[in-house]
């Protein structure tokens, strides 16, 4: 009987050992560079998945983060071990929103995670995901 106890409770250990692996979290900075001025504020919107990547979904968590000597910096702490993407803009008349020209190009400075750039529109996930398995540090810049 205290032989079926024992792996009983070492299987039951194990179920709690994996689940506490899989509720592993770690933070995120990003450093953000390029602005060419301090007024307003750079909004960041982190995905992590390609089905919502520049969408709007239950899944899409957002910051925002005040400009000083044309730099901002963001967290996101507690982000659990996964793949991930970031775009943002600098909102330099701090209204709220990106600003576009005709077509709906970008008027404000904006920029994506691996400095990622595309060709006629956005990037594609792809060349803007990165892995988040550390407490981690990515540099961005806007254009």
Known sequence: MKKLLFIAAFIFGGFLFTNAQDKETFNLTIEISGMRSDI????????????????????????????????????????????????????????????????????????FSNDASGFMGPPKYKDAKFIVDTNKTISISVD
């Open 40 to 111: 307003g504020k750079v909004y960041i919107a982190l995905y992590n998945s390609e089905q919502n990547f520049l969408k709007s979904s239950k899944d899409t968590k957002g910051t925002s983060a005040v400009v000083s000597n044309k730099k901002a910096i963001a967290h996101f702490k507690k982000l659990p071990k996964g793949e991930y993407a970031i775009s943002l803009f600098h909102d330099e008349n701090d209204n709220k929103k990106m600003d576009t020209k005709i077509f709906g190009i970008p008027k404000e400075p904006y920029g």
